[in-house]
């Protein structure tokens, strides 16, 4: 597992794996709005503009590098909603004597961000910051899978002298919780063991999602009904009829579930906006 710190948020921690806890990084917002509620703190919100220090939660993506706007947020969240680390396969390679760097995937990085890489060393960088990887900054983003390096925030355009390809790398951007057209439910395991309410769903895993706003399908089942009480004959809309003197009569089994209308389990609503705390 790999760290952030920052000695201007002691404590404060970005990990590298979804679902790891982040600890002593909770602060009070220190912003303009007047508000006091904990960064990464998520509210229900009616009004139609999106108040100061706070941000939509819209799955959006952000830089948690340590010095930019949101780091608070990045230390606080993690990357239990997704974004950067070696879990989302973001391996990169380089040509000799070339400035661009290519990631095997849409990287979703922007100018500043904090990249990390063991094969840096090809860039003339030799510091190590995350456990042995070398760090740099996004100098320029070419395209949704390329990007150049600096050494500086806001410097110049490294160039590799030796060639390389689909090494690990690592970055700092992370992602906001969706709450667009999703309710919330509890994590199963707050504060110790899980409650197993919920069956089919991993909701101890902060940020995993699940469930459907409709079902078609329906099990496998029979009908039936116990006659063993009953005799003599009865009357039926189309005519009379015998009606057994004991036994059990079970009508057929459903054999094919699928292509029935869809059955929609949504409770009455009002929308409204959701957001969260960043400073």
């Known amino acids: 597992m790999k760290t952030i710190s920052n000695s201007a948020n002691a404590g404060a921690v970005l990990t590298e794996n979804r679902g790891v806890s982040v600890t002593n990084n909770v602060s009070t917002g220190s912003g303009s709005s007047g508000d006091v509620s904990l960064v990464g703190e998520v509210k229900a919100w009616a009004g139609v503009a999106l108040p100061s220090d706070f941000l939509w939660c819209n799955g959006a993506s952000y830089s948690g590098a340590a010095g930019q706007s949101y780091y608070d947020l990045a230390a606080s ?16 390679s380089w040509s ?16 500043g961000d904090t990249v990390a890489c063991s094969e840096f060393s090809a860039f003339g960088l030799s510091a190590t910051t995350f456990s042995g990887l070398i760090s740099a ?4 983003v070419i395209s949704s899978t390329e990007f150049t390096i600096s050494e500086t925030a806001g410097g110049t355009a490294l160039a590799s002298s030796s060639a390389d390809s689909l090494v690990s790398g690592w970055h700092t951007r992370f992602l906001l919780p969706d709450l667009r057209d999703r309710q919330v439910i509890g994590r199963g395991d707050m504060g110790g063991a899980p409650a197993i309410r919920v069956t089919g769903e991993d909701t101890d895993l902060l940020g995993s999602e699940g469930g459907a706003q409709a079902h078609t399908d329906v099990p496998i089942h029979s009908h039936g009904y116990d006659d063993s009480l009953r005799s003599g004959t009865v009357s039926k809309a189309s005519g009379g ?19 029935i209308s869809e059955v929609n389990h949504m409770d009455p609503f009002q929308v409204l906006n959701f957001i969260i705390r960043y400073r």
């Open 77 to 92: 969240l993690g990357y239990a909603y997704g974004g950067g680390g070696n879990n989302t396969g973001f391996t990169l």
């Open 96 to 111: 000799s004597a070339s400035s661009t760097i290519i990631a095997s995937g849409a990287h979703a990085l922007s100018v």
């Open 137 to 140: 900054f996004v100098e320029s």
């Open 241 to 259: 009829g015998s009606c057994p003197t004991s036994g059990t009569t079970t009508y057929n089994k459903t054999t094919d579930p699928t292509g």
